[in-house]
């Protein structure tokens, strides 16, 4: 099969911080996307189903509470839709428009589209269906301060739930689909379109994850592509060399708090799985540079010791000189994914992300819609 090549050949970059950077390159076949394709493929939802219905471990676990979530529930009740959302409010001090709601009902959307592959009950695809048609005609803007990152987090989990939906024989109409299609390509898709270079590197983090998203459920090939190059050469502080920074594993963010590092590591991951669905391992980008980022976040929130460089971002905004000790300790649900991969498919020993993994696991709901959560569940492999 003729093969075309992403930009994304070996080279050597001196950036304004004053290190190299060294990209290998990646090869991108030339065929169609895999559906569905995103955060699950066929047989990640085949093997899921399996393992919950035959009760093992550690996907038995993991469901029993995956299925507490009441928005994992055909029951669920929908908050909107509303035409405007926003995490922010447009000033200081003043409110937000229906950012837990909003957020509720796209993991509300994902979670019933994963329960109607596990269990085959329709009632679970009729609410999803429910939610996607209730926001693709309805939905305008999403607004204010941090709207790149509620495009992009919010977006990634209700288009992970359009992709199942779509394609699972669920029952969702043409004409809805195409009504959704919009609503991703002239709503969400442009917040992100141009990644968010201003910010610390979650934003950008966020992004890439987001616009992979979009491009396989919209069958775009170039906005697909786009991610994927940004995820090695973009600008902002969120590709993969200018989010871990070093062969250490230090973070961009290591020296502001430990939560929003893994907030940042956590999303690179999950762009890395999308892109690993449909054929290409951003996983290993620069001898695995993302594992060194969760080994070194891992060993210092497990109460070990690291070293640290003082850092100044790319925007010349954040200057770190220790690591921070805000959040210390408080794990979030990112490390199933990373330590399933590194460990299981590539047969490494991502030792420290293992120990946190284990620490937490089952792991449970994500904070607010930073992440799919319940990644004990989604993501363990035989």
Request: with cysteine; proline share 4%; hydrophobic share 40%.
């Amino acid at each position: 099969m003729k093969t075309v090549f992403l930009i994304v050949w070996s080279l050597l970059l001196i950036t304004g911080n004053g290190y190299s950077q060294t990209i290998h390159p990646v090869e991108w076949p030339a065929k169609a996307f895999v559906h569905p394709g995103i955060l699950q493929n066929p047989d990640d939802l085949t093997r899921i189903r399996m393992m919950v219905a035959e009760g093992k471990e550690p996907w038995k676990s993991g469901y029993e509470l995956f299925n507490k979530d009441r928005r994992a529930s055909f029951d669920y009740k929908i908050n909107g839709p509303f035409e405007y959302v926003s995490r922010m409010g447009a000033n200081p001090g003043e409110p937000n428009l229906h950012k837990k709601a909003f957020e509720d009902d796209c993991l509300a959307a994902y979670y019933n589209a994963l329960q109607w592959t596990i269990t085959g009950d329709k009632r679970y695809a009729a609410k999803s269906i429910d939610i996607l048609n209730a926001y693709a005609p309805v939905l305008k803007g999403i607004i204010n301060h941090d709207k790149e990152l509620m495009a992009s987090l919010c977006g990634f989990l209700i288009v992970n739930a359009a992709e199942i939906i779509r394609y699972t024989d669920a029952g969702w109409k043409e004409a809805d689909i195409a009504v959704f299609e919009k609503m991703v390509r002239t709503v969400l898709y442009p917040v992100i379109s141009h990644f968010a270079t201003f910010a610390n590197g979650n934003w950008d983090a966020a992004c890439i994850k987001g616009m992979m998203a979009f491009g396989i459920f919209l069958n775009d090939k170039a906005m697909f592509d786009k991610a994927v190059d940004y995820y090695y050469h973009g600008e902002g502080n969120g590709s993969i060399l200018h989010y871990v920074i070093n062969e250490t594993g230090q973070c961009q963010e290591s020296g502001r708090d430990q939560s929003h590092t893994q907030f940042g590591l956590g999303c690179l991951a999950e762009a890395c799985e999308v892109a690993y669905k449909q054929g290409l391992d951003l996983y290993g980008a620069d001898d695995n540079r993302l594992l060194k980022g969760f080994e070194y976040t891992a060993k210092y929130n497990l109460g070990f010791d690291v070293p640290f460089q003082e850092w100044l971002d790319r925007t010349g905004q954040y200057h770190h000189t220790v690591i921070a000790s805000q959040d210390r300790g408080r794990f979030r649900g990112v490390y199933e994914l990373v330590w399933n991969h590194y460990q299981k498919r590539k047969h490494l020993n991502p030792f420290y992300t293992k120990m946190a993994a284990d620490s937490i696991r089952p792991e449970g709901a994500p904070w607010t819609a930073d992440h799919p959560g319940y990644g004990t569940l989604l993501f363990s492999l035989p």
